[in-house]
């Protein structure tokens, strides 16, 4: 399987999200303004959604076109169902 191509730019977004929920936990600790919280988790939220698009498009550009090219109907049909899943959960 070759290099997914969003893997440095989804590593370098992950690390940003570490940072930004031990800075909630900070606010937490420290009783910080629970707006300043919630805003906070708003944008841990729109983060992990960025993430989410990444990981989807190297799953359609990887595995699914390769379960398209291997014309094995089965494999298709699995890579399909899996992708309405992830599609289906990510709306949520």
Known sequence: MQEKQNKAAIQKR??????QIRGIS???????????????????RS???AVERLLIEDHTNHC???AIL???PDEQRTKFREMVAL??????
Do not use: I
Not at 14 to 19: D, I, K, S
Not at 87 to 92: I, V, Y
């Open 64 to 66: 699914l076109e390769a």
């Open 70 to 72: 291997s014309g094995d």
């Open 14 to 19: 992950l690390a940003r999200l570490e940072g």
């Open 87 to 92: 599609l289906e959960k990510a709306r949520d």
């Open 47 to 49: 983060a992990l959604k």
């Open 26 to 44: 900070r606010m937490v600790e420290e009783d910080r303004y629970c707006v300043d919280m919630l805003a906070q988790t708003a944008a841990v």
